[in-house]
């Protein structure tokens, strides 16, 4: 049986730090080779030899670097080659075998390397995938064919962008249009967006949602509701308290936690139409998510009429960071740069004193909408740690590396009156989580999935102007408060009449001193 994908990836990340620089191509060719195959869970020379003898149409005798006859040829060169010629190579010989005879042995994929890049030509889809070695953990799924698993032909994945969240926008206004609405529809629609990310990010299985949703549900629609239901109960349940007897692609999706899946809904009604919408989200690349989307897709999802009515907006990601890093972030990183060049022997003790000063941060946004300040906060602060975890542990070996960061999603706070934001605030948080763990999991070679969910972070579904902010976000733990309401542009009041105004709100609301730092 293949080994599953969570592990080729972690295997494709140790390979790539492994093979990092590596430049030789007499030397350290097969090596190369016989590992590549090796994060597959695959023994090289089960499959495939290396040297193999082709007459080319000159007349003339060459030798395939790799050969596995049938299904892939692979031309391998010194670094900084042109993989182009490579190419051209890899095709004489194919041509070569065509003339000799050897039909069958005519492999369907091509992959051209010089160690710091590969790739993929698959000569039956005619399509190529190329990335540098880096990044080979998040192609892995291109090389199915390895250790034996179907690669089911989807329609092409695009980047997202508006128009994948408009796709779930139609998705809403046709389950809203059938009369599937409020809390119901508010929720469902966040597990499916959790989902869709998950298969595309190693939390699940690759396509793992998608191939449910094809595979086990019929065309017409009918039972799609009571299917992903049954899919909310398993991703809710344990491990060892599932029944024996589930569908394979269920039993092995992991446990969720964090609440997301707790609450039981209503079953949504589909038809045809609404099922391939679903499938059509589905085949978007989910992993490319960005958190400006978010406000998108709330916005995607609500009537122009609605949105004039609660205000609702999204604020560009340029704008967040703009305030983000003259609010605290661009101090951060000064005062790591300053702890990184310092010499002598408190070094390491300041810069883990620098560690544990970042995990005791908390930030509070009392409008928060759909998180897109808290989102993009948390991201950065991750990639801070992240840079400083790699200056702290230089070359050690690391045993567990998930348990190095010391920041987590409950360290964020926010307020927001409609519920559908809030809980995309929540689902927001935990997906940017994962993409930080994927970050840290490449500095250190290893693969890290943070499952279950153990901690959430605190949105609260009410009205900030008459909620007590002690109860959301409890009294000086707010170290960075996020008062956007209060700096929106007005005419009558200079800059520094508003920032006076906002201080003296912020000193009454949560008990600060007028000196501390509030900001958008």
């Known amino acids: 049986m293949p080994i599953s994908w969570n592990e080729i990836r972690n295997n494709a990340i140790a390979f790539s730090k492994e093979w990092a620089g ?6 350290e060719a097969k090596s190369f080779w016989d590992a590549f195959f090796t994060v597959f869970g695959i023994k090289r020379r089960t499959v495939a030899s290396f040297e193999e003898p082709v007459k080319k ?34 095709m004489e010989y194919i041509q070569g075998l065509k003339t000799a005879g050897r039909d069958e042995e005519i492999p369907r994929y091509v992959v051209v390397s010089d160690f710091a890049k590969i790739a993929l030509h698959d000569l039956d889809d005619d399509t ?25 032909k989807l329609e092409a994945e695009d980047p997202i962008n508006i128009a994948a969240v408009e796709k779930l926008g139609f998705l809403h206004d046709a389950l809203e249009d059938g009369g599937y609405t409020g809390h119901d529809l508010e929720r469902f629609l966040v597990r499916v967006l959790f ?57 092995t999706l992991p446990y969720v936690n964090g609440q997301l899946f707790a ?17 059509t989200c589905c085949r978007f690349d989910w992993s490319r998510i960005s958190p400006a989307v978010f406000g998108s897709l709330f916005q995607s999802v609500m009537e122009p009429r609605e949105r004039r009515q609660v205000g609702a907006h999204y604020t560009s990601e340029r704008d967040i960071l703009k305030l983000v890093r003259s609010l605290f972030l661009d101090d951060l990183r000064a005062e790591f740069e300053r702890l990184k060049a310092s010499k002598g022997t408190q070094r ?34 991750r990639l801070l740690e992240i840079d400083l975890l790699k200056e702290l542990q230089g070359q050690q070996q690391v045993l567990d590396v998930s348990s190095l960061s010391r920041i987590d999603v409950d360290v964020m706070y926010g307020i927001e009156i409609n519920e559908f934001p ?37 949105i609260h579904h009410g009205n900030a102007l008459r909620t007590d902010w002690h109860t959301v976000c409890p009294p000086f733990a707010a170290t960075f408060s996020a008062i956007r309401r209060l700096w929106e542009p007005n005419t009558r009041a200079t800059n520094s009449v508003r920032t006076a105004r906002q201080s003296r709100v912020a000193s009454r609301v949560l008990g600060y001193s007028t000196s501390s730092r509030c900001g958008i």
Not at 439 to 457: C, Q
């Open 195 to 251: 989902c869709m990310f998950a298969e595309d990010t190693g939390l699940f299985e690759r396509n793992a949602f998608t191939l449910y949703i094809e595979n086990h549900t019929k065309e017409d629609g009918s039972d799609l509701g009571a299917a992903l239901a049954k899919l909310f109960q398993v991703l809710n349940t344990h491990e060892d308290k599932r029944q024996a007897n589930l569908l394979e692609e269920l039993a």
């Open 22 to 27: 590596e430049t030789r191509e007499e030397a």
């Open 348 to 381: 390491e003790a300041r810069l883990r004193d620098f560690h544990k000063k970042l995990g005791s941060l908390t930030f509070f946004d009392p409008a928060c909408g759909c998180g897109n300040f808290l989102v993009v906060t948390y991201r950065e602060l």
């Open 422 to 458: 809030a809980r995309i605030a929540e689902v927001a948080l935990w997906l940017v989580d994962h993409q930080m763990n994927q970050r840290l999991g490449e500095a250190f070679g290893v693969y890290i999935a943070r499952l279950p969910l153990k901690k959430s972070p605190h």
């Open 263 to 279: 609450e039981p809904l209503a079953f949504a009604d589909f038809n045809r139409a609404m099922r391939n919408r679903l499938l």
């Open 57 to 90: 149409l000159a007349g003339t005798w060459g030798f395939i670097d790799l050969f596995w006859k049938g299904t892939l040829l692979v031309e391998h060169k010194s670094l900084g080659k042109s993989l182009d010629k490579s190419h051209a190579q890899a």
């Open 128 to 152: 190529t995938a190329e990335f540098p070695l880096a990044e080979f953990h998040k192609y892995v799924d291109q090389f199915a064919f390895i250790p034996g698993y179907k690669r089911h």
